[in-house]
């Protein structure tokens, strides 16, 4: 191709463009435009405003990276429906589990919710009433956390409740982690199931 002329500022002579893969920012402007260090956009030297524009295209992949691997690190387990069947605190029923391994130093965040729908096995009225907790790394039979542990009881024919819970933990780089979303009954005498039981984990290396 011939060269291209540009006459941009009637001011100033014509100018030629010539293909160069090495042409800096600077020299792009310097050649079409006429631009010198010290001339003012805004009241601002050109060097200076050059100077801010490759700071931020040099730390604009770093941010994106960052934001990437964050939004990776987490995991889920959900199921419509389970029925609690266990009136033992020390071995309860699994709700959801989610087994993750830390990709670093940092602390996991356990979130679990459910619809909890309590009545009378018998039928009739009655005092029913349901637990649900969370546990991380405890050994089968896995029994409640008492630390994270929510109840929903009342005397009643039925009743349906939302419930959730969380937990956090810290954790080592490569270490397993093994989270549990667990149910029970508080007397013989109530039946459960909880509906969309669903538990979420997710990984952060920092704190605020």
Not at 71 to 96: E, G, K, M, N
Not at 126 to 136: C, E, H
Not at 174 to 187: A, D, E, H, I
Request: charged share 15%.
């Amino acid at each position: 191709m011939g060269r291209k002329t540009f006459n941009i500022d009637p001011r100033e002579p014509p100018c030629t463009l010539r293909k160069t893969a090495t042409m800096s920012i600077f020299t792009l402007l310097t050649k079409t435009v006429g631009f010198k260090k010290d001339h003012l956009l805004g009241g601002i030297p050109m060097r200076h405003v050059l100077r801010s524009i490759a700071v931020s295209v040099a730390i604009a992949p770093a941010l994106f990276v960052n934001t990437a691997h964050a939004t990776s690190w987490f995991d889920y387990s959900s199921t419509p429906a389970v029925q609690i069947t266990s009136t033992d605190f020390h071995a309860a029923t699994l709700l959801r589990k989610v087994t993750v391994v830390c990709p670093k130093a940092g602390f996991i965040v356990a979130n679990a919710t459910s619809q909890f729908a309590i009545f009378p096995s018998a039928g009739g009225w009655a005092y029913v009433g349901a637990g649900f907790s969370l546990a991380i790394n405890d050994p089968a039979p896995t029994e409640m956390d008492s630390n994270s542990a929510h109840y929903i009881s009342a005397y009643s024919d039925g009743i349906t409740e939302s419930g959730a819970t969380q937990r956090v933990a810290s954790c080592t780089a490569g270490q397993t982690m093994n989270v549990f979303f667990m149910g029970y009954l508080q007397t013989a005498e109530t039946a459960s199931s909880a509906y969309n039981p669903t538990l979420v984990v997710q990984f952060f290396d920092t704190r605020i």
